[in-house]
Structure formats: C-alpha cells, structure tokens
C-alpha cells in the first residue's frame, strides 16, 4: 500500500505598498516549511492588489496547471480581501488553509506587515461564502510554527482526494442479516466519494478451481515459513483458502478495489464449509488490501479513511464486554500481521457447528490506541472518535471453540472517556484500530467531508 504525499495549491498575498522584497521573502520561507512536512507544492508568486490584476491573472494560471488536494492561502501582509477571493473563489470546491504569516523582529522592535489584519478581514467573509477551510496563524515568537497544523490538513486533504474514487468490493451482502453493516451507495459516494460495489459468490466460487497449481503451491510457501501453526498446514487444509485468495485477486485487480469484506457466516462458512480468515490474513498481507468480515461498508470505509490518513492497516476489533474503566475488543478471525506483536500465530480449531479451520490466534501490539466507526442516518454521516490506551488482555475464552479455546487475537482498551459515555455513542459491533493519537487527522477528513463528529 502506498500512500503517496499531499499535493497543496499555495499563494502568497501583500499589499501593492508593503515591501514586496519582504513579502516574497516571507511566502518562501513558508513554501520551504510545508515542503519540510512532505508537501509538494504547485505554487504561485506572491499576489498584490495591483490596479491592473496583472498577479490575480498570473496565480489562476499557474494554480490550474495541475490539480491540488487543499489551497493554502498564504497572508504574508494586509490585503484587500476582494483580491483574495477573487482568486480563490475558482477553488471553492476545494478545501482550504488560511494561513496568517507574522512579523519579525529587528534592534529590539517588531517590524510587521499587518499579517493578522488581512487574515481577520477574511476570516468570516470565507465563512459565509461556505468555504470548508481552518484558520491557522503564527506568532512573532515562532514564525512559521503553524507549518505542522497546515501539513496535517493537507494530509487529511489527501485522504479526502484519495477516497473520491475509492472503490471496496463486497462478495455478497449484508452477511447475517445485519443492519449496522448497510450502506446506501448514492449518499456515500455524495459524502466521501466511495464506492462499494458488490459482486456474486458465484463468481469467486466459479473461479477457484481455476487457479494455477503453482501459483498456490508459491502462496503455501510463502505462508508457511510466515505463520506459526500449533499443527502441520498440509495443502490439503491451505488449498481452499488460497484458492478463495487467488480468486478475489483476480476480481481485485479487474476492478481496482482498495479493500474487500466477504460473506462470511453466512456464505464462506455456510456455503464453502471453511472459515475464510486465513484468506482475510492473505488479502491484507499479501494483498496490501483493507479487509473487514461481515459484509461491514462503513467498517470497510473507515478502514480506507484511516489507511490514507495514517498509512496504517486500519485492523477492525469488535467488542466483546465492557468493564468500568475498559473495553475488551477481540477478533474471532484473524488481524493483519502489522498489528500483531511477534510471530504471526494460527490455530487449527472448531467454533459450534462449523468446520474445523485456520484461526490466527496472534498477540496484538498495545500502546495509544484511536477507535473510530462511520455510520449514517439516511444522507447524514457521523464518526465516533475515541483514545484509549491499548493493553495486554487478560486469560478469556470465547465459548463455544473446541476445547482447549483459543485466546482470540485481542486488547483491552482503558478509554479516555468513561465507558458509560462510550457506550451511549457507540456505532456498531465493528470498530477500527489506529495506533497513535488520530483523533485530530480524523477530524480534519471529517471537517473536509461534512462528516458529524461524535
């Protein structure tokens, strides 16, 4: 998976009578701070509101010679505010960083260009003209100390860029009959700009004894020297997961998914008498996918959210009791191996009345945690953002596996809000993992989005 870097418009403004040595000076020196945070940059020359609109001219020109994630409105001085949006205002359908500069100091004396005066003249104006931006400004004791505020928006501006377009493929539908997994395809492609597109188990089932012998025999290899099984993995057990894998590859690849769910209690357990997890562990490791069970569209949504954002796998956990400090979360499937802490472990075992398959059975990595979920009421879309601090579970079972039951790959999660309040909020089953503090990334998608924050 390669998350490519934010791509910001920048331009830079001063008045016609501030010193324009100055200004270029200060816009420079804030287009070489973005760059340190791993922006690429199509800019334009400073603009001042010259009677003739020779420079409005200029940066439309050079701000359209290639597309852009988020506009980076640059106030290096006081400016008329008619100048500003006159160049912006062929943008407004782009996210936006008001971004105030700020004065120096010489011989003991603050020598400014009035760089808040402009930014406050523009502030409410772009507000009301519904313009999705934040308003950012530096300090005369640490000019250019906003660089970091700005990267991160336009890293949000990316994810956003990168979901219009963004397509999950879901072999089957609404798995178990569930109602927290149901997307509506029109407002969701209106919202976030994703696409899920569902296709028939048939057609993966069609294609699996197809399947070259020595491209599974290669996967086998691969995974065997990769996972640690408490038995043999003979081809005879590996054969129909790698199958499945090889399979919806092949429809990845036609289709150009970024994340895939399956049917899976109802379909690939039911139906093809295996559990699909070791496919799961496959497709996201193997395959660099997003994967989410269950037929779970907003799962599979946040997933890619998160993934833009962060670079991270986006692992989904589901709850399994609440205590009054903590949640235990817990998968009875698999994780992606970038969250297990170690070797990546399988088991051979049973659940009730399926068939005996592979379940991984991994020690997942702890520390800060951030949980998240979309859902949707009718054309409104929120996400329920929380931290936590991830930790070492203690001895659970889930029952009904063969004796002697797994430990399931899981965390207990000590929240930062109390778990009663947690709870009043939550979503669904499904929730999302990143590591680290995401809460202000997934609010800055959100702000770009449109997206209600819980």
């Known amino acids: 998976m390669e998350i490519r870097e934010p791509v910001a418009g920048f331009v830079g403004f001063g008045e016609v009578n501030s010193p324009r040595d100055l200004i270029e000076a200060k ?19 400073p603009v001042s509101d010259d009677p003739d609109g020779r420079d409005e001219a200029r940066a439309i020109a050079d ?21 500003v949006v006159d160049i912006i205002s062929r943008f407004a359908h782009k996210p936006m960083v008001l971004w105030g500069l700020t004065g120096h100091y010489e011989g003991g004396r603050l020598i400014t260009t009035a760089d808040q005066a402009g930014t406050t003249a523009l502030r409410d104006v772009m507000e009301a003209l519904d313009y999705r931006f934040i308003y950012v400004y530096d300090t005369p004791d640490a000019p250019y100390g906003a660089a970091a505020r700005v990267g991160g928006f336009c890293a949000a501006a990316r994810a956003a860029s990168m979901l ?39 057609e993966i089932a069609q294609r699996m004894p197809q399947q070259d012998p020595d491209e599974i025999a290669r996967v086998a290899t691969a995974i065997v020297s990769a996972w640690q099984s408490d038995r043999p993995l003979t081809p005879e057990i590996l054969d129909p997961s790698i199958r499945l894998y090889l399979a919806i590859m092949e429809r990845v690849r036609e289709r150009r998914y970024d994340g895939v769910s399956l049917i899976d209690v109802d379909g690939v357990k039911r139906l093809m008498g295996f559990t699909p997890a070791a496919a799961m562990m496959m497709l996201s490791d193997l395959g660099q996918l997003a994967t989410i069970p269950e037929n779970d569209g907003p799962g599979a949504v946040t997933q890619l959210m998160v993934r833009f954002l962060t670079g991270q796998a986006g692992a989904y956990l589901e709850f399994y009791e609440f205590f009054k400090d903590r949640v235990l979360m817990g998968v009875p499937d698999y994780v992606p191996a970038a969250v297990v802490d170690g070797p990546v472990g399988v088991r051979l075992t049973q659940f009730g009345q399926l068939s005996e398959g592979i379940l991984n059975v991994s020690r997942m990595r702890t520390g800060l ?30 029952a009904g596996w063969t004796p002697p039951a797994p430990q399931l790959p899981s965390l207990e999660v000590v929240l930062e809000v109390p778990v009663e309040a947690f709870a009043a909020k939550v979503l ?14 997934l609010t800055d998608l959100c702000e770009i989005l449109g997206i209600t924050v819980l």
Not at 64 to 78: T, Y
Not at 165 to 174: C, D, I, P
């Open 27 to 45: 816009c420079a020196s804030a287009r070489q701070a973005l760059e340190a945070q791993n922006i690429t940059l199509v800019a334009t020359e």
């Open 63 to 83: 701000l359209g010679r290639r597309d852009f994630d988020v506009l980076v409105v640059c106030i290096a001085g006081w400016i008329p505010s008619h100048t």
């Open 369 to 398: 945690v951030t949980l998240a979920r979309l859902a949707s009421r009718g054309d409104q879309y929120r996400m329920h953002i929380v931290t936590g601090q991830a930790v070492a579970p203690r001895a659970w079972e889930e």
């Open 428 to 441: 669904g089953q499904h929730y999302i993992l990143a590591y680290g503090d995401q809460r202000q990334p």
């Open 164 to 202: 219009r377009g963004a397509r999950v493929g879901m072999m089957g539908y609404r798995d178990m009959k569930l109602h927290a997994t149901l997307t509506d395809g029109v407002s969701l492609r209106r919202v976030v700009g994703a696409e899920i597109e569902v296709f028939e188990s048939l």
